[in-house]
């Protein structure tokens, strides 16, 4: 079992920046691939970024490439997606994933969710 809790989202005009924060808890061993996901109201889950235990294979949906950062500290076990350069379109639900292994861009390769956090761009 493990604990996904998201935290650092909110309202930022286009442009801005955000940090999200994943902590996770419980069986921290099986967080091999940590990702992150979006979902906008009336859209399907899509895939954002992931990143493997050593931080030696990282992922990113081409949509926010050069944009977005993902990265972990895994003596705090927490997973990280530093947002720049903000869009409108970037408004959505994010959630943080886990796999027991390496995992890519379906959300049925992962194992635990957390819940989301709101993150709201404004034109």
């Known amino acids: 079992q493990v604990q996904l809790v998201e935290s650092g989202g909110g309202l930022v005009q286009a442009g801005g920046s955000l940090r999200l924060s994943c902590a996770a808890s419980g069986r921290t061993f099986s967080s091999y691939t940590m990702g992150w996901f979006r979902q906008a109201p009336g859209n399907e889950r899509e895939f954002v970024a992931a990143i493997r235990w050593s931080s030696s294979r990282i992922d990113y949906a081409d949509f926010v490439k050069g944009r977005f950062t993902i990265s972990r500290d895994n003596a705090k076990n927490t997973v990280y997606l530093q947002m720049n350069s903000l869009k409108p379109e970037d408004t959505a639900v994010y959630s943080c994933?886990?796999?027991?292994?390496?995992?890519?861009?379906?959300?049925?390769?992962?194992?635990?969710w957390g819940q989301g956090t709101q993150v709201t761009v404004s034109s």
């Open positions: 994933a886990a796999s027991q292994r390496w995992a890519g861009i379906l959300p049925k390769e992962y194992d635990y």
